[in-house]
């Protein structure tokens, strides 16, 4: 018996070398958004990996997010996936 879909958000914070993200060390976090608004699934993701209330410049790139924190070395993607294809834990 199939489960039914649910969509997956997923949140990394990393460092970044040369204004690209590096992964020498790196802050992911991911849940179900199924149902939930896009402002709850943003506010919820950067609350996960404690950037909820720092200024960032947003980019959005199709379905995937990315904020970057001027004058520091760090970034931070949103992305999403279906639960049938998702292999991480969920919060």
């Known amino acids: 018996m199939n489960k039914p879909m649910q969509l997956i958000a997923t949140i990394e ?10 992964y020498s060390w790196v802050k992911r976090k991911s849940f179900n958004c199924t149902g939930m608004s896009d402002g709850a699934i943003v506010r919820k993701a950067r609350n996960l990996v404690g950037i909820g209330g720092i200024k960032t410049v947003k980019s959005e790139y199709g379905e995937d997010i990315r ?8 970034v931070a993607f949103l992305m ?7 292999m991480g834990e969920i919060e």
């Open 13 to 22: 914070l990393t460092d970044t070398f040369s204004g690209e993200a590096n």
């Open 67 to 74: 904020w970057d924190f001027p004058g520091q070395c760090v």
């Open 80 to 86: 999403f996936e279906d639960s049938n294809y998702f």
